[in-house]
T-cell receptor, first 112, second 117 residues
Framework: AQSVTQPDIHITVSEGASLELRCNYS??????LFWYVQSPGQGLQLLLK??????LVQGIKGFEAEFKRSQSSFNLRKPSVHWSDAAEYFC??????????FGQGTELSVKP | NAGVMQNPRHLVRRRGQEARLRCSPM?????VYWYRQLPEEGLKFMVY????????ESGMPKERFSAEFPKEGPSILRIQQVVRGDSAAYFC???????????????FGAGTRLSVL
């Protein structure tokens, strides 16, 4: 079955600290992988995507993610978190066309 | 270049009424997707449409829910005889045709929050 698991429901980090949000997927075909961010009451904004090629992808707002096929993972990282990064983060998997399958989300809180 | 527009942003209905949610895709996008987000959950796929065609409705409840994307005008998600369990945020996304470099990049609207009293 196709699925995405984000093991951490809620993470709190201090401002300036590094961040890693975990994402594991189960997908029969070659996956296209995405990270989206959702601020309260807002829609989803695409942070970054992986289709093929270099397994380390750079996104907006200083985020990056690494695709590890052997671990079926696509973890999101940021070296130094800013207070404005507090939001909910969703990992998703899809293919050439059609639906995205989302994880349950990880809520990020940032301590001053 | 306007993004994906959804309206209304908030919709309140009483049990048994109909809810109509509208989505105008980004300019140049001919593919529309609807997702539902229940409280404390991620987004769940409902339906994928192209102009005048339903491509994948595997996530749509069997009854009371329907969607269309006419040749002219926005995509409509229609929920008949709403029940309390329909209360959720409904998100629309659009994409260009998934060919070449565009692939399946979906751009999301701000959502419609449906509350059923």
């Amino acid at each position: 079955a196709q699925s995405v698991t984000q093991p951490d429901i809620h993470i709190t980090v201090s401002e300036g600290a590094s961040l890693e949000l975990r994402c594991n997927y189960s997908y029969g075909a070659t996956p296209y992988l995405f990270w989206y961010v959702q601020s309260p009451g807002q829609g989803l904004q695409l942070l970054l995507k992986y289709f093929s090629g270099d397994t380390l992808v750079q996104g907006i707002k200083g985020f990056e993610a690494e695709f590890k096929r052997s671990q079926s993972s696509f973890n999101l990282r940021k070296p130094s978190v800013h207070w404005s990064d507090a939001a909910e983060y969703f990992c998703a998997v899809g293919n050439q066309g059609g639906k995205l399958i989302f994880g349950q989300g990880t809520e990020l809180s940032v301590k001053p | 270049n306007a993004g994906v527009m959804q309206n209304p942003r908030h919709l309140v209905r009483r049990r048994g009424q109909e809810a109509r949610l509208r989505c105008s895709p980004m300019k140049g996008h001919s593919h529309v997707y609807w997702y539902r987000q229940l409280p404390e959950e991620g987004l769940k796929f409902m339906v994928y449409l192209q102009k005048e065609n339903i491509i994948d409705e595997s996530g749509m409840p069997k009854e009371r829910f329907s969607a269309e994307f006419p040749k002219e005008g926005p995509s409509i998600l229609r929920i008949q005889q709403v029940v309390r369990g329909d209360s959720a945020a409904y998100f629309c996304a659009s994409s260009p045709p998934p060919t070449g470099s565009a692939k399946n990049i979906q751009y999301f609207g701000a959502g419609t929050r449906l509350s059923v009293l």
